[in-house]
């Protein structure tokens, strides 16, 4: 007995213009009918709920609002760039898609500015 092979995700209708297999972490189903600028791998989303403040206001924490974040990672068909969006699920603000690396990087200086307040 024989399963889906995860390695040849989609395992089968597989449309004419994805000459790629899809990477590991994708999640997306692929159509032939897909609009080319829709032609990316994307991840299972992740949902962070926040406290955060949105737009320009003095002081910054009269702006505070409770807001779910959807964290996605995607990549164009046949590109060697790998993105992570950050973005509002009920809102187009805020919004944040950065390349992999530089989400990698602003973790780490994410975790140096947290681990300042661990600091006795
Ligand atoms: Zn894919």
Do not use: N
């Not at 399963?3 to 089968?12: K, L, R, S």
């Not at 702006?63 to 187009?92: C, K, N, Q, S």
């Amino acid at each position: 007995m024989t399963g889906p092979d995860p390695t040849q995700h989609p395992p089968e209708g597989r449309p004419s213009w994805l000459a790629e297999a899809c990477p590991p972490w994708c999640a997306r189903e692929h159509h032939e009918q897909d609009h080319p600028e829709d032609r990316y791998h994307q991840s299972a989303p992740s949902f962070a709920p926040v406290i955060a403040a949105l737009g320009h206001a003095i002081p910054v924490t009269d702006a505070l609002t409770a807001v779910e974040l959807i964290i996605r990672m995607a990549r164009y068909v046949g590109d060697v760039h790998t993105w992570i969006a950050i973005e509002g699920t009920e809102a187009p603000e805020p919004r944040l898609v950065l390349t992999a690396e530089s989400a990698r990087s602003l973790v780490q200086h994410l975790e140096e500015q947290l681990d300042s307040l661990r600091l006795p």
